[in-house]
C-alpha cells in the first residue's frame, strides 16, 4: 500500500477566478441590504461544486448549496432564502461562456451523510471580516467529501478524487469521519457506505499502479 503523507495539505479558498468573484458578488449583494445589523446576523456556509471549485478550481457550477445556519431573529430566513434566489450572478466561464450562478433553494444538508462537527472545519471567507453582518463559510474538503456520498453522481465521485489527489483530505480520515456520519445518516446507509469503499479502493489502487517500477 502507498505510505500517505502524515499531514493534509493547507486547504485554501481562492476566490480570483470568474467563478469565485461572482460567489462574492452575490453575497456582497446581500450585505449591502443588512447595512445596520450587527456582526454575524446571518451565518452562511457552502457546499457543492461551487466549494469544490474554490478549493481545486477543476470545474465549474453554476449553483450554489448552501445552509443558512444562523440567522438573527429580527430577519426571515425564508425571505433571505427568496433574495438570495431572485439575485442570479453572471460570470465567464474557461470557454468564454457567460453563465449564471443561482442560489439552489432546494439544498438541504440532510440530503446526504454530513459529520456533526463540519462547522468546526470549516473556512470562511476573508472577504466578509468580523464586522460583517453577513460570514459565509465554505465546508472543509472532508465534509464536502463526506456531503456527496449521499447523491454520489459521476459528477460527485469525480470531485471526491480531485480532493484526493490534490492531498487535501486522506483516505484515513474520509473513511474514518464519512463511518461515523453514515453511522448516523437518516437515509439508505447501504448506498454512501458501498462508495466509500469503491472511491477508497479505487483511489488506493492508482496509487498503487503510479507508484509500480
Request: net charge negative.
Amino acid at each position: 500500500m502507498p505510505v500517505e503523507v502524515p499531514d493534509v495539505l493547507p486547504a485554501i479558498v481562492d476566490t480570483s477566478k470568474p467563478l469565485g468573484q461572482a460567489v462574492v458578488a452575490m453575497f456582497k449583494g446581500v450585505q449591502e441590504e443588512l447595512d445596520g445589523y450587527p456582526s454575524g446576523s446571518v451565518k452562511i456556509i457552502i457546499f457543492g461544486g461551487v466549494a469544490v471549485h474554490l478549493y481545486t478550481h477543476h470545474r465549474v457550477s453554476v449553483d450554489i448549496d448552501g445552509e443558512i445556519f444562523h440567522c438573527d431573529r429580527s430577519l426571515s430566513k425564508a425571505e433571505l432564502i427568496e433574495s438570495l434566489g431572485a439575485t442570479p450572478e453572471s460570470f465567464i466561464d474557461p470557454t468564454g461562456r457567460t453563465l449564471a450562478l443561482n442560489y439552489d433553494l432546494t439544498f438541504n444538508t440532510t440530503l446526504g451523510p454530513l459529520h456533526e462537527d463540519y462547522l468546526e472545519r470549516a473556512i470562511r471567507l476573508e472577504e466578509f471580516d468580523e464586522a460583517s453582518p453577513i460570514h459565509i463559510w465554505i465546508a472543509a474538503p472532508l465534509d464536502l467529501a463526506i456531503s456527496k456520498l449521499g447523491r454520489a453522481t459521476d459528477q460527485d465521485i469525480e470531485d471526491i478524487e480531485k480532493l484526493l489527489r490534490m492531498g487535501l483530505i486522506l483516505t484515513t480520515d474520509l473513511n474514518r469521519l464519512a463511518l461515523q456520519a453514515i453511522d448516523v445518516y437518516v437515509g439508505n446507509k447501504e448506498p454512501p457506505y458501498s462508495i466509500l469503499k469503491r472511491i477508497i479502493a479505487d483511489y488506493l489502487e492508482t496509487n498503487d499502479d503510479d507508484e509500480a517500477p
